[in-house]
């Protein structure tokens, strides 16, 4: 064998290192930028409501979105929070999600072991990295209608940033991030591993068992399924919310942690009031799913001709 073959094969075993290419940040970016623009933000201000709001429904949580400034308000939050976690939280994960799934496999983890560490690895640094601000603030916007149902013009979104971190410092502009750290964990772990289960009972239901090539309808399908299911654990994101929320309740707790929101929550609403939003938050898990899957091919072809790298990634 010549020293060129030693030097360009892989040893038996070797595991590669994925390198994070511009590319891929790009097209992630743009996806989820798109994606929070057009559906995304209505849904999660839908969501976001119902889960503040629990006595709500579907319909009068859209009315109430409503009657804070018409279609307007479904876009609450969008500028620039909801931009700057669409923009921001790709980058973070792949980064991380990447490092921690060759790490994994260095530890002698399999490929699913090892990507749904990655994922849960890269949630995690999600959360506290952009998200957790992001998260807040948005929610903050959302559910400080007290102003504006009074008359009174509601401070500007800067201003309501300056002033809470006036008020409580960096922890008040982070409230509830653990609450998203722990969504974000079990949002990536749980996607991962239900769209592949569902993946295989696609594969089974269509004889491609043996590695055959899925249609675009099945993909959607199998990632769309992983993405709705993954509402199971909607009560950490009304915790979440709760956490975040500016509405004024006497009854409420203060220095609210994770375990004392769940009791707070629990007394006030019992098990349905833990599962408000989660209609909404299924519809956003499809629709990011449509735009990442259904999308992402024709996505990948612009960024690899304006680049011209190859997009390797999965978003």
């Not at 400080?144 to 309501?160: I, N």
Request: glycine share 12%; proline share 3%; charged share 20%.
């Amino acid at each position: 064998m010549s020293n060129q073959n030693l030097l360009t094969t892989p040893a038996p075993g070797y595991i590669e290192k994925k390198p994070v290419k511009f590319s891929n940040l790009l097209l992630g970016a743009g996806l989820n930028m798109f994606e929070v623009t057009t559906l995304g933000q209505p849904l999660e201000v839908v969501k976001t409501t119902m889960a503040a709001n629990r006595s709500d429904g579907f319909v009068s949580a859209m009315s109430r979105v409503w009657g804070r400034g018409g279609i307007l308000g479904y876009y609450q939050g969008l500028i620039p929070w909801a931009w700057i976690e669409a923009s921001t939280k790709g980058a973070v994960l792949l980064f991380v999600a990447s490092e921690a799934e060759y790490r994994a496999k260095t530890f002698g983890a399999g490929n699913f072991t090892a990507g749904i560490t990655g994922g849960m690895v890269g949630g995690l640094a999600q959360a506290y990295a952009t998200m957790g601000f992001c998260t807040c603030m948005k929610t903050v916007e959302i559910t400080q209608h007290k102003l504006a149902a009074q008359g009174v013009k509601p401070p500007s979104t800067w201003a309501t940033f300056a002033n809470i971190y006036q008020k409580e410092g960096i922890r008040g502009i982070n409230k509830g991030v653990n609450a998203v750290a722990i969504r974000q964990v079990t949002n990536w772990g749980s996607r991962f591993g239900l769209s592949r289960l569902a993946e295989t009972g696609i594969r089974r239901m269509t004889n491609k068992e043996h590695g055959e090539r899925l249609s675009g309808l099945e993909k959607i399908t199998a990632s769309a399924l992983g993405g709705g299911l993954s509402a199971w654990n909607q009560p950490i994101e009304v915790i979440r919310v709760e956490m975040q929320s500016k509405k004024d309740d006497p009854n409420r707790p203060k220095n609210l942690t994770v375990g004392k929101t769940l009791r707070y929550i629990y007394g006030q609403n019992g098990l349905r009031g833990l599962y408000r939003g989660v209609a909404p938050r299924i519809g956003l898990g499809v629709w990011q799913t449509v735009c990442m899957v259904a999308l992402g091919d024709i996505a990948k072809e612009w960024v690899e001709q304006v680049t011209g790298e190859a997009v390797t990634a999965k978003h």
